[in-house]
C-alpha cells in the first residue's frame, strides 16, 4: 500500500521559477525522504528528515516536515532543464522495520 | 563507488512464460529490497533481505513470485508464471545499515513487458 500522496501530480514551470510539491501521509514516522526519478532511470535520494526536525536544506532544496498535519513539503529554488523529473516521498514509518513507503510521485516539468 | 547493478534492462515475455531478475547491491549494503514499479505509481516493496535472510515477504505474490539472495550478496527474483498485470519497473535496491537512517540506493530497474 502506498502512504505518502504527492501533490499536485504534474508540475509545469518555467526555468529559474520554484517548485513546491507537498506529501501527505497517515502513520507515525521516523523519518521522511524525497526521491527523485528520471524517466527510465533508477531513484535518487535527495535528502532526508527526521521526525524531530522541521526544516532541512540541502543546495537548492528546502523541506518541512509537519507531523502534527502529517505533511511534508519539498521546495526547489531557481528551477533547471535538468530538474525534470518525477519526484517521490517515501516514508520511514514506526514499526515497519526500516522500509520506506512510497507515495505516487508528482511529475516536475521545466521547461527552458 | 560502484552503484547498484541489475540485468536484464529490458525483458519482454509472453504471458505464462518464467522470468528471472538479478541484482548486486552495492558492496557492503548488508539490505536488499525489490521493488514493483507499476507505470504512474509509486514503488511498492515486494520483498526485503536483510544479509540472506528475509525480513518482510508480505506483498510478494508467493504463488508466481520468488526471490533469494545468494551468500547475502546478489539476489534474484523470479516470476513463474507470469501474467499481463506483473507489467512493471522491478527496482532493487540496497542499503548500508538500516539503523538510524536508511537511505537506500537503487539500481537503474528492468522494464518488463508481459504479453
Known amino acids: 500500500s502506498q502512504q505518502g500522496e504527492e501533490d499536485p501530480q504534474a508540475l509545469s514551470i518555467q526555468e529559474g521559477e520554484n517548485a513546491t510539491m507537498n506529501c501527505s501521509y497517515k502513520?507515525?514516522?521516523?523519518?521522511l525522504q524525497w526521491y527523485r526519478q528520471n524517466s527510465g532511470r533508477g531513484l535518487v535520494h535527495l535528502i532526508l528528515?527526521?521526525?524531530?526536525?522541521r526544516e532541512k536544506h540541502s543546495g537548492r532544496l528546502r523541506v518541512t516536515l509537519d507531523t502534527s498535519k502529517k505533511s511534508s513539503s519539498l521546495l526547489i529554488t531557481a528551477s533547471r532543464a535538468a530538474d525534470t523529473a518525477s519526484y517521490f516521498c517515501?516514508?520511514?514509518?514506526?514499526?515497519?522495520?526500516?522500509?520506506?513507503?512510497f507515495g505516487s510521485g508528482t511529475q516536475l516539468t521545466v521547461l527552458p | 563507488e560502484a552503484g547498484v547493478a541489475q540485468s536484464p534492462r529490458y525483458k519482454i515475455i509472453e504471458k505464462r512464460q518464467s522470468v528471472a531478475f538479478w541484482c548486486n547491491p552495492i558492496?557492503?549494503?548488508?539490505?536488499l529490497y525489490w521493488y514493483q514499479q507499476i507505470l504512474g505509481q509509486g514503488p511498492k516493496l515486494l520483498i526485503q533481505?536483510?544479509?540472506?535472510?528475509?525480513?518482510?515477504d508480505s506483498q510478494l505474490p508467493k504463488d508466481r513470485f520468488s526471490a533469494e539472495r545468494l551468500k547475502g550478496v546478489d539476489s534474484t527474483l523470479k516470476i513463474q508464471p507470469a501474467k499481463l498485470e506483473d507489467s512493471a519497473v522491478y527496482l532493487c535496491?540496497?542499503?548500508?545499515?538500516?539503523?538510524?537512517?536508511?537511505?537506500?540506493?537503487f539500481g537503474p530497474g528492468t522494464r518488463l513487458t508481459v504479453l
Open positions: 535496491a540496497s542499503s548500508f545499515n538500516p539503523g538510524a537512517y536508511n537511505e537506500q540506493f
Open positions: 502513520t507515525s514516522i521516523n523519518n
Open positions: 528528515i527526521r521526525s524531530n526536525e
Open positions: 517515501a516514508t520511514d514509518d514506526v514499526g515497519s522495520a526500516r522500509q520506506l513507503t
Open positions: 558492496s557492503g549494503h548488508a539490505t
Open positions: 533481505f536483510q544479509n540472506n535472510g528475509v525480513v518482510d
